[in-house]
């Protein structure tokens, strides 16, 4: 074989094989890494963000744990005629012990958290209606002990009228097994047993935010 035909060779060589590397490179912009792998990483991300997400809104649902807490009201007037009361709650109906801000049609709200204290909560919302301004100060000890001021002010800085109201909590521990979430109960005095009543229309009200 001549010099000639050798060096003509060598680059139909190097030819071919930079043609099958743009190939390659083509063929890999235009179907990227199997889909397995892209999509288990997105899958990934998608729930690591899910997940913060859920764990924020669970913050903003409850504040309180789980479980059977005894519990003192206006709202309770009437059943604590019978002993103590007590509400068996979950995630879902802390908000008869603990009411979030009405829905923001309703009423405009601001929510201020205290600085952050171990085993101490506490917060401060307002919420403006069109008649009237109803202020809640909010204090969780322990993550045991709930305590909760309301004061309704309505009228005019000239002629003002304050509605003022205290709620207390206290966690007892687990719900009985025949106890469920979001049901209250009430205990003659010097009594183990207790007895499911019906729920306060009020305490109804608290929950749905209206």
């Not at 060096?7 to 179907?31: F, H, K, M, P, Q």
Request: charged share 20%; with cysteine.
């Amino acid at each position: 074989m001549t010099a000639k035909t050798r060096s003509a060779l060598v680059l139909t060589l190097a030819i071919a094989a930079s043609g099958l590397g743009c190939g390659r490179l083509g063929a890999d912009a235009a179907n990227p890494a199997p889909v397995g792998i892209g999509w288990k990483t997105h899958e990934a991300a998608t729930a690591s963000a899910q997940t913060l997400a859920s764990a924020a809104a669970g913050a903003r649902k409850s504040r309180l744990k789980p479980g059977l807490w005894r519990v003192e009201g206006v709202q309770f007037d009437t059943l604590s005629e019978r002993g103590k009361v007590y509400l068996c709650i979950d995630a879902a109906s802390a908000a008869l012990i603990d009411p979030p801000p009405p829905p923001a049609g309703q009423a405009r709200c601001s929510v201020e958290d205290g600085t952050p204290k171990p085993d101490l909560y506490l917060g401060t919302t307002q919420c403006r209606y069109p008649d009237r301004t109803v202020t809640s100060r909010v204090r969780i000890d322990s993550n045991n002990l709930y305590f909760r001021d309301v004061v309704v002010q309505r009228g005019t800085a000239a002629v003002e009228s304050n509605d003022k109201s205290s709620h207390f909590a206290e966690w007892v521990g687990r719900c009985r097994p025949e106890q469920a979430p979001g049901k209250v109960y009430t205990q003659a005095y010097g009594q183990d047993e207790m007895h499911a009543a019906e729920l306060p229309a009020a305490l109804i009200s608290a929950a749905s935010g209206s």
